[in-house]
Structure formats: structure tokens, C-alpha cells
């Protein structure tokens, strides 16, 4: 049964970049037709996809925070990671990791199971 | 602003049937049978309900249903149960440059 985990800083002042990472158990992130994939949803509001890795390396991005996101992944601990810069208020959320389910037809995310509990970032100074 | 329209709330009675819709374009809903639902209870994770527009994953009650006409995909939830009491979330392939879009959610009361 695979189980996710995210981890890193409750608190990140404004222009600073802010770092998670997903810990995955019970599966490995470089096998399967999947997409390692943060999700994330403002306080108050629904959930905003932010990106994702497959299982060969290759990431999708949100059109609207590409410019400030990176997702990595370390295969040798079974862990992949988001990088989002320059943050803002706005980007205080609660940070979620999810295994998404590859479409065929497109090599993208589809469907996403299990989650993580997630993780409460706060953007303040 | 969501890509994906949903009603703010529904509300029903135990035992009753109720359904969300959730409508999007022709370039994400309408196009592909990729919409997915999700069951969020206050301060927990989101659990997948419905992928692929109607396949439950395994576990998931079969009071839960969902079916897709156009540009609009729902979710029928039959004999209604307190438990059910959360907040759902469509999602749907947005296609080739948004990849993945969700809807704004529906909060759910069980009255």
C-alpha cells in the first residue's frame, strides 16, 4: 500500500522560496504509469494542481506558477520535491502530494490516489 | 477562477439522492472522459471518489455514481448518509497546455 508524506518548513518569508518534499513508501516513484504530483489549496478554497513528475523524470507544470516552480525527484531516497519561489501571501496553503494516474494518450496525470495528509505552509514575515 | 464550474452547495436529506454537477468546455470535459471526483472532509486530504467519469475505485460505496453529457460531468450520490456531509471537487484532463483542472467545489449538507 503506498503511503505518502510531506515535510518541510510550516513558516517561509515573503520573496523567499519555498521547499517540500514527499516521502513515498510502498512503491517506488520510478516504477509504474504514474506522476508524482503536488496539489495545493488556499485557506478557505478548493484545490489548485501545481505540477508533476513521472515516473521517467519528465515534469508538468500549471501554466500559471511555471515560472516559479520547480519539482525534482531523488529515486536513490524515494522522494520527490517542490521548489516554489518567490512566494507571496498568496501562496500560503496547505501543500498536498498525490500519485497521479498516467492517461495513456497523453503522458500526463489523469486521476489522483492516495494523498498525503498535507502540510500547512504560512507565507509571513 | 476555476476552469471548472461547480455549484457552491447542495443540500439533502438521509435517504435522498442528490447530484453535482460540474461543467466545463469542449476543450477539457467535453473532449475527453478524464473527470475524476474527490471527497474532502474539514481537515483531511481529498479521497478520489469517481475516475474516468464512472469507475469507482475499489472500496468506494456504489451509492456513488457519476456520467458525463457534453460539457458537463456529474456526481450522483444515492441514499444519502450523514457521513457523505463534505466537500466535492471535479477534476477533468484540461487538455495540452493545462494538463489538469480542477472545479471550485460543492460543499455538501445532509440536512
Not at chain 1, 17 to 43: D, E, H
Not at chain 1, 64 to 91: G, Q
Not at chain 2, 58 to 75: H, I
Amino acid at each position: 500500500q503506498v503511503q505518502l508524506q510531506e515535510s518541510g518548513p510550516g513558516l517561509v518569508k515573503p520573496s523567499q522560496t519555498l521547499s517540500l518534499t514527499c516521502s513515498v513508501s510502498g512503491g517506488s516513484i520510478s516504477g509504474g504509469a504514474y506522476f508524482w504530483t503536488w496539489i495545493r489549496q488556499q485557506p478557505g478554497k478548493g484545490l489548485e494542481w501545481i505540477g508533476s513528475i513521472s515516473y521517467s523524470g519528465r515534469t508538468h507544470y500549471n501554466p500559471s506558477l511555471t515560472s516559479r516552480i520547480i519539482v525534482s525527484r531523488d529515486t536513490s531516497k524515494n522522494h520527490y520535491s517542490l521548489s516554489l519561489s518567490s512566494v507571496t501571501a498568496a501562496d500560503t496553503a496547505v501543500y498536498y502530494c498525490a500519485r497521479g494516474v498516467e492517461i495513456p494518450i497523453a503522458s500526463v496525470p489523469n486521476w489522483f490516489d492516495p494523498w498525503g495528509q498535507g502540510s500547512l505552509v504560512t507565507v509571513s514575515s | 477562477q476555476s476552469a471548472l464550474t461547480q455549484p457552491a452547495s447542495v443540500s439533502g436529506s438521509p435517504g435522498q439522492s442528490i447530484t453535482i454537477s460540474c461543467t466545463g468546455s469542449s476543450s477539457d470535459i467535453g473532449s475527453y472522459n478524464l473527470v475524476s471526483w474527490y471527497q474532502q472532509h474539514p481537515g483531511k486530504a481529498p479521497k478520489v471518489m469517481i475516475y474516468e467519469v464512472s469507475e469507482r475505485p475499489s472500496g468506494v460505496s456504489d451509492r456513488f455514481s457519476g456520467s458525463k453529457s457534453g460539457n458537463t460531468a456529474s456526481l450522483t450520490i444515492s441514499g444519502l448518509q450523514a457521513e457523505d456531509e463534505a466537500d466535492y471537487y471535479c477534476c477533468s484532463y484540461g487538455g495540452s497546455s493545462t494538463y489538469v483542472a480542477f472545479g471550485g467545489g460543492t460543499k455538501l449538507t445532509v440536512l
